[in-house]
């Protein structure tokens, strides 16, 4: 198993978050997405982690299609995702290895809205209403049954993941994946984990920091999907993962 931390300028937390994380899992792959902050130099300091580093920003989307294309080369069974920011709880490893342990399930994916707790923080409104809309529409669309479309602590069986086609490289990405997930007739199931936000003041960047222009991106995204899986149905038989070698670096 393979832990994966899609990384961009974070600089404040990227060390203690991993120490953390190496605590729970000693494998972890980090990649840094044209970090300019200083993030890349720290990483790259560090012995203890594999990195793949992007020489320019590419989108959250495509860290995580390069994370599982890696772990697809290297012989990993499963990839936990989980993000840099100190709102994905490290401790909370134990109990996604379990539910890989039970065999039941291709993902496992962590919800902030499954079982809410009285330590959860306030999300920011205009993120709780998209993720709320946007999950009513996925469960009314593909009956998938989720409570959180957008939570990126998730396990992914990599064999599972070679199913699927993906390539949306941004923060839309959910919208590519959910669909496919759907198509693919994978097994399923939230596990809670605990809502943060310890920072309100990060943003998307550029016009996604609009709530409306993030919406209409969104189900522009799943529109496309939708469209494209009815026009070109997924492979019966699952391709090897591949990803683009020559905009990123491999380092031990």
Not at 62 to 90: K, N, R
Not at 133 to 153: E, K, P, R, V, Y
Request: charged share 25%; net charge negative; glycine share 6%.
């Amino acid at each position: 198993m393979l832990i994966a931390v899609p990384v961009f300028n974070e600089l404040k937390y990227v060390d203690r978050v991993l120490d953390k994380i190496r605590s729970y899992w000693s494998d972890v792959l980090v990649v840094d997405d044209g970090s300019t902050d200083g993030t890349g130099e720290t990483l790259a300091a560090r012995s203890d982690i594999r990195l793949i580093r992007h020489a320019e920003n590419r989108g959250y989307g495509q860290s995580l299609i390069d994370a599982f294309a890696y772990a697809d080369g290297a012989g990993y069974d499963w990839v936990i995702t989980m993000d840099c920011d100190e709102q994905h709880e490290p401790e909370m490893i134990p109990k996604f290895v379990e539910q890989i342990e039970t065999d039941q399930w291709d993902l496992i994916s962590g919800s902030r809205y499954l079982h809410p707790r009285g330590d959860d923080d306030l999300p920011p409104s205009d993120r709780r209403a998209v993720n709320s809309t946007i999950t009513t529409i996925l469960n009314d669309m593909f009956h998938l049954g989720i409570t959180d479309a957008f939570c990126g602590f998730k396990a992914h069986r990599v064999s599972a993941m070679r199913r699927l086609r993906l390539d949306e490289s941004g923060y839309a990405f959910p919208l590519q994946l959910w669909p496919q997930v759907a198509a693919a007739k994978l097994r399923l199931t939230e596990i809670p984990v605990r809502l943060i936000y310890n920072d309100p003041t990060r943003h998307f960047g550029g016009s996604l920091d609009d709530v409306g222009n993030r919406l209409r991106h969104y189900l522009d995204v799943l529109t496309k999907e939708t469209a494209r899986l009815t026009a070109e149905p997924l492979p019966t038989t699952p391709p090897a993962l591949a990803t683009n070698e020559s905009c990123c670096c491999l380092c031990e």
